[in-house]
């Protein structure tokens, strides 16, 4: 099984500094179609997961643009150029490269300090 | 506007059986493979089955398999998970999810096995 390292788990930050999320994989995540399916989701209390990023560095309609995606092979990283009040929460990897059961990270928790 | 609806949480005590289910509007479920995600409290998302868009194939985390059944009527648009021998340690909020992209995720029910 694939596992998904994520660090730090826990992440204060001062508004309007950055901050850096790590995620590492057990296996490469390049899919046989040259895709490598790395997502990242952001959960806030109450509500669903919200996909941040996808294939590593594809942020999705309507996420700010200081958030950021990069990585290959099993080093991925989540980027917050900026941090603003509205961020905090907890941030998860997500690998779907080895399916039918995709693998999460543990989450990092990222509060303002 | 896309939307994925769960249902059928609730309070059951250890060993018993819940029904849940995962309703989509402006999003045709035959087109897509299907997951459920669970959140148990304080913890972090873990997958819990996956289904095939056709409903040919299915899949469990081991914590629930042989427990949990995940299945679907493509007629309906409804995406289903029937668990048995409930443990406390099911608890959590469950999620249905388009997967492929994990782009969809419905707002989640809240099982609660307590005796």
């Known amino acids: 099984d694939v596992v998904m390292t994520q660090s730090p788990l826990s992440l204060p930050v001062t508004l309007g500094q950055p901050a850096s999320i790590s995620c590492r994989s057990s296996q490469r995540l390049v899919y046989s179609d040259g895709n490598t399916y790395l997502n990242w989701f952001q959960l806030r209390p109450g509500q669903p997961p919200r996909r941040l990023i996808y294939k590593v560095s594809n942020r999705d309609s309507g996420v700010p643009d200081r958030f950021s995606g990069s990585g290959s092979g099993t080093d991925f990283t989540l980027k917050i150029s900026r941090v603003e009040a509205e961020d905090v929460g907890v941030y998860y990897c997500m690998q779907g490269t080895h399916w039918p059961l995709g693998t999460f990270g543990q989450g990092t928790k990222v509060e303002i300090k | 506007e896309v939307q994925l609806v769960e249902s059928g949480g609730g309070l059951v005590q250890p060993g018993g059986s819940l029904s849940l289910s995962c309703s989509a509007s402006?999003?045709?479920?035959?087109?897509?493979?299907m997951h459920w995600v669970r959140q148990a409290p304080g913890k972090g998302l873990e997958y819990v089955s996956a289904i095939t868009s056709s409903g040919a194939s299915t899949y469990y985390a081991d914590s629930v398999k042989g427990r949990f059944t995940i299945s679907r009527d493509n007629s309906k648009n409804t995406l289903y998970l029937q668990m048995s021998s409930l443990r406390t340690e099911d608890t959590a909020v469950y999620y249905c999810?388009?997967?492929?992209?994990?782009?969809?995720w419905g707002q989640g029910t809240t099982v609660t096995v307590s005796s």
């Open positions: 999810v388009k997967a492929g992209a994990m782009d969809v």
């Open positions: 402006g999003l045709t479920l035959r087109n897509y493979p």
